[in-house]
Nanobody, 113 residues
């Protein structure tokens, strides 16, 4: 059974940083591309960043380029999202995306002063 468990969300001031983690199980993690998505209130879920199985390819939404970094540790079945210079508009529930459309339960990120 595929499971994706996110952690690391919270309340942070504008300009601050957070690091999200997603621990995966139930599939061969090192064979799978992974992604982070987010959904703000009243908006559709959007892709934030993706990473190929061996980290050779990474993509980012234009809105987070230069501020967010996706990475993974295949030895720990974990994908990370380092978020720096956070803005109010980054406030959303962040979801880890796995193979075949699986999602985690989400972790709330709130950027507020």
């Amino acid at each position: 059974q595929v499971q994706l468990v996110e952690s690391g969300g919270g309340l942070v001031q504008p300009g601050g940083s957070l690091r999200l983690s997603c621990v995966a199980s139930g599939f061969t993690f090192s064979n799978s591309g992974m992604s982070w998505h987010r959904q703000a209130p009243g908006k559709e879920r959007e892709l934030v960043a993706s990473i190929s199985n061996l980290s050779f390819r990474k993509t980012y939404a234009d809105s987070v380029k230069g501020r967010f970094t996706i990475s993974r540790d295949n030895s720990k079945n974990t994908v990370f999202l380092q978020m720096n210079s956070l803005k109010h508009e980054d406030t959303a529930v962040y979801y880890c995306g796995g193979p075949a459309g699986y999602w985690g339960q989400g972790t709330q990120v709130t950027v507020s002063s």
